[in-house]
């Protein structure tokens, strides 16, 4: 389907991929691009990428998204970011899960990696990052506070890429957003979108919101996340487009853990799942799992508001800050996934996985079965296009992600690219290697954690 500068161009979500579209299209001259989104004021509290901070890495063992993700880091350095990304480091490392792919790909594009080959090499780098004083201290006489203060990783391998760091999250959607608008893009807010618009001849023309306000589009884009498969039920994309939610926690710091663990890198475990930052400017360190997560199943009649749907599905569907506000019931998480992030963050850093709980919540991700992301036209309407399923890696590219879906749009995608993200690429069997567990368990609502229980401080972690 033909698609030019004059084009109107409809984007429903302004999170990652919806904004990074837009100021591709934009920046391409496109000269009507409208961008919709539910959420009352943007960037949207509960989005995957409105977080304190994102990890940037370039370890994949899929040549392709490493090279997308070289690209994206020297985007991330330009002046527009205003200084967003951190470049401390990354540590990668696990056990019989890790894939030595990732540190050869990484070489192969010319990043200066240090091997990390046991579990000596791993606790030492780990240690030359804290304060130096603290550092030779533990190094020389304190063996009882380097236990205390540092893992042990048995059987532990890897490499350290200096080339990496994290991304402030919030702030770099905050800025790509003013951006857009600055380029000329509508973003109109407190527009939840419901359903499509056909014409009589059943073709797509638009969408329609909850307030009954329409949008047409000689295209649309949805770019929804992992509120996709539940807003358009009877597009049945349950399987291309799972939402699964991760945990997530917060512990602050004092002063002088702060200025003790502020040298730290990133840390990737792939054998768990473990990803650790090092601390803010605030003293906040953020700790999650990279897992299959847990799924939140409703009945599509419930999701999608047509109890007409025949038979009756199960949609996994968002829970959070926005559809349970009650006090502070969308930001609670399992039980039993806290207890595993906080031993498995005790394997790492001992003495600040005694911290309490300064917050937490559920980062919703919306996962293809691949791993890869769902960029191209719907099968059935080519009015109708897909840029969605980040897979829990997709923030990092939020520079250039939108060039891969104007190009998509525009069909100038090279066929093997656009293969790896058709709509109705088969996915059968397939699996992520990334994820530390492949299959996600169900929320069990009566094991959510709430402050009463936790005794944890409740509040919007990306502030």
């Known amino acids: 389907m033909s698609t ?20 591709h299209l934009l920046g391409r001259g496109y000269t009507d691009v409208t961008v919709l989104d539910r959420a009352r004021e943007l960037p949207a509290v509960d989005a995957a990428g409105t977080d304190i901070n994102k990890v940037i890495r370039s370890c994949y063992s899929d040549m392709f998204y490493a090279k997308l993700a070289r690209e994206a880091m020297e985007a991330w350095k330009q002046p527009m970011w205003e200084g967003c990304y951190h470049e401390c480091g990354v540590i990668n490392v696990g056990g019989d899960q890790f894939d030595d792919r990732w540190k050869e790909n990484d070489m192969k594009l010319g990043a200066p990696v240090e091997r990390l080959p046991d579990a000596k090499a791993i606790k030492s780098k780990i240690l030359s990052s804290l304060r130096p004083d603290t550092a030779a201290t533990l190094t020389h006489s304190d063996s009882d506070s380097n236990e205390r203060r540092v ?83 009877e597009l049945k994309l349950d399987s291309k487009c799972l939402a699964t939610g991760q945990s997530v926690a917060i512990i602050q710091l004092s002063t002088e853990e702060k200025e003790r663990y502020k040298g730290c890198h990133i840390y990737l475990d792939f054998q768990t799942g473990l990803y650790t930052f090092p601390p803010t400017e605030d003293g906040i360190v953020k700790l999650s799992m990279h897992t299959a997560g847990h799924t939140h199943m409703m009945s599509s009649w419930q999701v999608g508001g047509d109890i007409n749907h025949t038979p009756v599905r199960k949609i996994s569907t968002p829970r959070t800050i926005t559809s349970h506000p009650s006090l502070g019931d969308g ?77 998509s749009l525009e069909g100038t995608l090279d066929p093997a690219t656009a293969a790896r993200f058709a709509v109705d690429r088969d996915v059968s069997g397939a699996t992520n290697g990334e994820r530390a567990s492949k299959v996600p368990q169900e929320l069990d609502i009566a094991e959510l954690c709430g402050p009463e229980d936790e005794e944890i401080v409740w509040f919007v972690v990306y502030i």
């Open 151 to 233: 893992g042990s990783f048995t059987s532990y391998r890897g490499y350290f890429n200096p080339e990496g760091g994290w991304a402030e999250a919030a702030r770099a959607v905050e800025i790509l957003l003013l951006r857009v608008m600055e380029m000329g893009g509508r973003v109109i807010e407190n527009q939840e979108v419901v359903g499509l618009v056909k014409d009589r001849d059943e073709r797509i023309i638009g969408v329609k919101c909850r307030d009954g306000k329409r949008f047409e589009g000689d295209r649309v884009i949805l770019a929804i996340g992992s509120w996709t498969a539940s807003t358009f039920p």
């Open 331 to 407: 930001l609670r998480v399992p039980r039993s996934a806290l207890c595993i992030l906080r031993e498995r963050f005790r394997q790492v850093y001992p003495e600040l996985a005694e911290r309490p709980w300064a917050g937490t919540r559920m980062c919703w991700y919306t996962d293809s079965p691949d791993g890869n992301w769902v960029i191209g036209s719907f099968p059935g309407d080519p009015v109708l296009f897909f840029a969605t399923s980040g897979s829990g890696h997709g923030f990092k590219f939020l520079p250039n992600i939108g060039r891969l879906v104007v190009d």
């Open 4 to 23: 030019t500068s004059t084009s109107r161009i409809v984007i429903v979500g302004a999170g990652t991929f919806g904004l990074s579209t837009a100021f």
